[in-house]
Structure formats: structure tokens, C-alpha cells
Nanobody
């Protein structure tokens, strides 16, 4: 069973930056390139929303409009890792950020993903 563990969250001021990491543990014989991966976030009292997604090769990356031009996403298939680099952070970016994976291509829909990390909290102070 694939397991995901996020790290890198914390408290930062408006305009600051944070880098999140997501490390995947795979069963023997499996390969990380089988999985599309994505980042979602959930703010208090709100539904989980799509943030960014990365194709199996890392060659195709998509972002939510609210973070485009501020966030970057990438993956390192050799190390089974996914990254989210967040710059120019705003208070509205405050949320728990989740890494998700699914066998096959990525989507923007949370319900399409069946593998989730435990989340890492990001707080942006004004």
C-alpha cells in the first residue's frame, strides 16, 4: 500500500515562502511513475480544494487560479517525492495542505484520489 507523508508546513508572514514535501512509500515492485499526484488544501470551515497537480513525468503541472504564478510544483521520481514551493504567501493560503496520489493520470478532483497524506498545516499571518 502506498503511503504519503507531508512535511514543511509552519507559520509565515504575508509575503513569505514555504516549501512542502511529500514522501511516498511504495510496496515492493511498484513504481512512483504509476501515480498522478496532487496537492489539495482545506481551510477551517471550508471544503478541500485543489491547489496543484503533477503528471507522472513531472512534465505537466497544473495550478488553481488562486495560486498560479505564486506556487510551483514538482516531483522527484527517483526519490518518490513531490514538492510544493509557495511564494508570496497570503493569509488566504492558510490551510492544511494534503498530498494525494492516484494510480493513473492526475485530476483536479479530490474524490478521484484514494491515497492521502496526513496533511501539514500552513499558517500565514497578516
Amino acid at each position: 500500500q502506498v503511503q504519503l507523508v507531508e512535511s514543511g508546513g509552519g507559520l509565515v508572514r504575508t509575503g513569505g515562502f514555504l516549501s512542502l514535501s511529500c514522501k511516498a512509500s511504495l510496496p515492493s515492485g511498484d513504481t512512483f511513475t504509476n501515480y498522478g499526484v496532487a496537492w489539495f488544501r482545506q481551510a477551517p470551515g471550508k471544503e478541500r480544494e485543489f491547489v496543484a497537480a503533477v503528471s507522472w513525468s513531472g512534465g505537466n503541472v497544473e495550478f488553481a487560479g488562486s495560486v498560479k504564478d505564486r506556487f510551483a510544483a514538482s516531483r522527484d521520481n527517483r526519490n518518490n517525492a513531490v514538492y510544493l514551493d509557495m511564494t508570496n504567501l497570503k493569509p488566504e493560503d492558510t490551510a492544511v495542505y494534503y498530498c494525494a496520489a492516484r494510480f493513473g493520470p492526475f485530476t483536479r478532483v479530490a474524490d478521484d484520489f484514494n491515497i492521502w497524506g496526513q496533511g501539514t498545516r500552513v499558517t500565514v499571518s497578516s
